[in-house]
């Protein structure tokens, strides 16, 4: 544990966002009186609403911490992470005329439904269960990074877990949807709010300011954002940004229940429409923000105002908020990661539970009353949180030199993109039976997994030994970048199914 720690007035500002979070669920729980107002709103909410939930979120501790990391990696860190978003202006586009037309009509719960409209039972459950276990592996890491940071309260990583999961499962659990959106537009403040003072802070502490941050960032090479360089193996260049990361980008935001149960808060098709599509642009300029900090961050190091020590690039970030933050800052911005956090991993457990009724109970045990639905969804809001605290506590445990932000993308790839195959092929004219859509699902799940095998240490020593032609040895990865996932799963679900329901179709009788 570190040996710094936060002052009486940081901790009695982060206890008090925490009740503050706290008392705001208790404040809703007289409205959740069926599964329409505890996991859609009521479907009454505006644009506004909906995009600044979208944008809350997927901003989570991995984007506040993780991704300021990425731009101060004193080894060849710069902007070029920002190429993703160019894709994910697209992908969103894309969602917002395709797919949401599909989740707009009827009155939806889940994204999954579509599927067994199109397909039957079964791709509906398969769907929805990958979104439960990519849901809660992503999101077990996402708390485990945010723990990094509260264990400056003086606790250590494990309890930091503990704490930030319950908080979050209690008001949840208590105030429903409505809850989860009004927090979001909250803790989506006072997050962006804490990035801009802790960039200005890591400016003005330098001794020649602006210029400086600019003389030594550029000598450095950090301000270097285009890589046109077309290599499936790096993760941020121009091509893989835009082609994978829209292809990401439509799994993400348009067959993943987290986002999708946004879009059916909506008041109509239009709100829904506008707001995914504005988020594209606001993760944008959130991106930009953080790989500045981070940059900021280098430039503190490098001239000594700053000394990070030992800390790797996700904690680094941390690390100067708690060490060089005036005091009653501090407390402001450790309660802007927990509000990065919580933001998701809320959003995560309202969906999980969702994804649990609406898939697979209440098909099964249809004649329920609502207030049993409703209760039955607050008991999975507590199993589900407690499974991605132990997720966290297993990352913990186990360590990883790979920066978090990589490891959330890269899981979330892996299965992202075969849910969003099965969303294509469900909005074709002629969808394609039950068993080859599945087909098509395994296929890619396989094809994915032997891509992502290379990311192994094992794997990539293999590879480097024995075909060095392709993987010599100062090659720095031997593995798919984590962008090209979704395009890779997505496109061999599409096409294992169409090739699959061609073979089987029944040849017309000769005459």
């Not at 890589?227 to 829209?246: C, H, N, Q, R, S």
């Amino acid at each position: 544990m570190p040996s710094t720690r936060l002052s009486t007035v940081d901790l009695i500002i982060v206890a008090a966002y925490i009740f503050a979070m706290t008392l705001m669920g208790a404040w809703f729980t007289r409205r959740q009186k069926d599964l329409q107002a505890y996991f859609v709103g009521g479907r009454n909410v505006g644009w506004f609403m909906v995009l600044i939930s979208i944008v809350a979120t997927e901003t989570s501790a991995v984007t506040f911490l993780s991704v300021p990391g990425v731009g101060y990696n004193p080894d060849g860190g710069n902007l070029t992470f920002i190429q993703l978003a160019f894709g994910y202006i697209i992908g969103r586009c894309l969602v917002a005329w395709l797919l949401l037309p599909l989740y707009m009509r009827g009155e939806l719960f889940s994204a999954y439904q579509v599927l067994r409209e199109k397909f039957g039972p079964a791709v509906q459950r398969v769907a929805s269960g990958l979104f439960l276990v990519t849901r809660t592996i992503a999101d077990g890491l996402r708390l485990f990074l945010t723990a990094l940071v509260i264990q400056y309260v003086g606790l250590d990583v494990e309890t930091s877990i503990l704490l930030v999961g319950v908080v979050t499962i209690v008001y949840t659990f208590l105030g429903g949807m409505k809850a989860v959106l009004w927090t979001d537009l909250i803790q989506f403040v006072i997050k962006i709010a804490g990035a801009v003072l802790a960039g200005v802070f890591v400016i003005v502490q330098l001794d020649g300011g602006w210029q400086q941050y600019l003389e030594v960032g550029s000598a450095a090479n950090k301000f270097i954002w285009l890589d046109p360089v077309f290599d499936v193996t790096k993760a941020y260049t121009f091509w893989t940004g835009l082609i994978g990361g829209a292809v990401f980008s439509m799994a993400s935001h348009g067959a993943d229940q987290l986002m999708v149960q946004r879009y059916l808060c909506a008041k109509s098709l239009g709100n829904a429409r506008l707001a995914l599509v504005l988020s594209g642009f606001t993760v944008a300029v959130q991106f930009l923000l953080f790989l500045l900090v981070g940059v900021g961050l280098f430039v503190a190091a490098k001239t000594g105002t700053f000394n990070p020590g030992t800390a790797t690039k996700d904690e680094v970030f941390g690390l100067f908020i708690v060490t060089k933050m005036p005091v009653g800052v501090v407390g402001v911005l450790v309660a802007a990661i927990l509000a990065a956090a919580m933001s998701t991993l809320s959003s995560s457990l309202n969906s999980s539970a969702n994804a649990l009724v609406t898939d697979f109970y209440k098909p099964l045990v249809p004649n329920k009353s609502e207030a049993s639905y409703v209760l039955l969804s607050r008991v999975m809001t507590v199993v589900w949180g407690v499974a991605q605290m132990g997720v966290a506590v297993f990352a913990y445990r186990i360590g990883s030199e790979r920066s978090v932000v990589d490891r959330v993308l890269a899981v979330a790839g892996l299965t992202t993109g075969l849910i969003l195959g099965l969303f294509l092929l469900g909005r074709m004219k002629k969808p394609v039976s039950s068993s080859s859509a599945i087909a098509g699902l395994l296929t890619g799940a396989v094809v994915v997994g032997l891509a992502y095998l290379p990311s192994f240490d094992g794997p990539q020593d293999w590879l480097k030994a024995n075909v060095p032609a392709w993987f010599p040895a100062d090659k720095k990865t031997t593995s798919l970048a984590f962008p090209w996932y979704a395009p890779l799963g997505a496109g061999t679900t599409v096409l294992v199914a169409l090739l699959l329901s061609a073979a089987l179709k029944p040849k017309p009788a000769a005459r």
